[in-house]
Nanobody
Framework: QVQLVESGGGLVQAGGSLRLSCAASGRTFSWYAMGWFRQAPGKEREFVAAISWSGGSTYYADSVKGRFTISRDNAKNTVYLQMNSLKPEDTAVYYC????????????????WGQGTQVTVSS
């Protein structure tokens, strides 16, 4: 079992930055690939970014490529999402998730989920 707790969300103006954190507890964090997903009101949950267990491979949705950076610190059992040049369309609840296996952009492959943190970008 892995418990995930996101933090760092908030209200920011367009063009601003936020850094989300996801702290993991339970089983060995470094065994898991990690992903960030988001869900806006009235929309389906969508992939944002993912990182392999070692941090050596990262993947991004086209909509955030070049603006967001995913990273992890296995010593701190934490994964991060640095979000720059934020846009109003980035407004959503952001979730981190853990996957026991090969890193993936597909939500259904993830085994554990956090409760989410709200990100609101004003225009």
């Amino acid at each position: 079992q892995v418990q995930l707790v996101e933090s760092g969300g908030g209200l920011v103006q367009a063009g601003g930055s936020l850094r989300l954190s996801c702290a993991a507890s339970g089983r060995t964090f470094s065994w898991y690939a990690m992903g960030w997903f988001r869900q806006a009101p009235g929309k389906e949950r969508e992939f944002v970014a993912a990182i392999s267990w070692s941090g050596g491979s990262t993947y991004y949705a086209d909509s955030v490529k070049g603006r967001f950076t995913i990273s992890r610190d296995n010593a701190k059992n934490t994964v991060y999402l640095q979000m720059n040049s934020l846009k109003p369309e980035d407004t959503a609840v952001y979730y981190c998730a853990a996957l026991s296996g090969i890193v993936s952009m597909y939500a259904e492959r993830y085994d554990y989920w956090g409760q989410g943190t709200q990100v609101t970008v004003s225009s």
